[in-house]
């Protein structure tokens, strides 16, 4: 089965370190896949997405991720945290042939301590 | 550009009572439309989705329904509501698949 993998439901981190958030997933032939946040009561918002090409893809607000295909990871990156940065984080995959629907991971809280 | 509005942002409805929540988008013509529940703040449970005026797909059995009116309006519906069907409701939009899709800020739905 077609399924996405956020193993830390929390990641702490204090400002100004680096973050990583990850993601594997297990789908057959090339997805595309996509990063997105999502702040309380709101809806989520696109960070990034890899479709092809550079393994290292930037997005908004200073985020990039790294696709990384033998492992089949897209872990989420950051080299300077910020409190504003704490949120729930999302990743999702398109599996390829399928044009309709996005399989989500569950999650990963970012809480950035001052 | 294009936006997607979706209203109410909050609701409380007693059990057994009719729902309807309302999605739109501007700027865009024949996107794909999808309906996602997010129950607990965490994973997103996708409920329908619509490719084209009158033509949806229902993911999961359930007490809803959504219906396809006009081209960018998306409607989530129930004759009778359960207090299972609590949660924080999601609309989203989309087209060529390697597009993200593009969410609207939500109905957050309480039943007593």
């Known amino acids: 089965a077609q399924s996405v993998a956020q193993p830390e439901d929390q990641v702490n981190v204090a400002e100004g370190n680096p973050l990583t958030v990850k993601c594997t997933y297990s789908?057959?032939?090339?997805?595309?896949l996509f990063w997105y946040v999502q702040y309380p009561n709101r809806g989520l918002q696109f960070l990034l997405k890899?479709?092809?090409?550079?393994?290292l893809v930037k997005g908004s607000y200073g985020f990039e991720a790294e696709f990384n295909k033998s492992q089949t990871s897209f872990h989420l990156k950051k080299p300077s945290a910020l409190v504003s940065d704490s949120a729930l984080y999302f990743c999702?995959?398109?599996?390829?042939?399928?044009?309709?629907?996005?399989?989500f991971g569950t999650g990963t809280r970012l809480q950035v301590f001052p | 550009s294009q936006t997607i509005h979706q209203w109410p942002a909050t609701l409380v409805q007693p059990v057994g009572s009719p729902l309807s929540l309302e999605c739109t988008v501007e700027?865009?013509?024949?996107?794909?439309l999808y309906w996602y529940r997010q129950a607990a703040g965490r994973g997103l449970q996708l409920l329908f989705y619509?490719?084209?005026?009158?033509?949806i797909s229902s993911e999961v059995p359930q007490n809803l329904s959504a219906s396809r009116p006009q081209d960018r309006q998306f409607i989530l519906s129930s004759k009778k509501l359960l207090l299972s069907d609590s949660g924080f409701y999601l609309c989203?939009?989309?087209?060529?698949?390697?597009?993200?899709?593009?969410f609207g800020d939500g109905t957050r739905l309480s039943i007593l």
């Open positions: 989203a939009w989309g087209r060529r698949q390697n597009q993200p899709q593009h």
């Open positions: 789908v057959s032939g090339n997805p595309y």
């Open positions: 890899y479709i092809t090409g550079d393994n």
């Open positions: 999702a995959v398109r599996p390829p042939r399928n044009t309709d629907k996005l399989i």
């Open positions: 700027g865009t013509s024949n996107p794909n």
């Open positions: 619509s490719v084209g005026i009158g033509q």
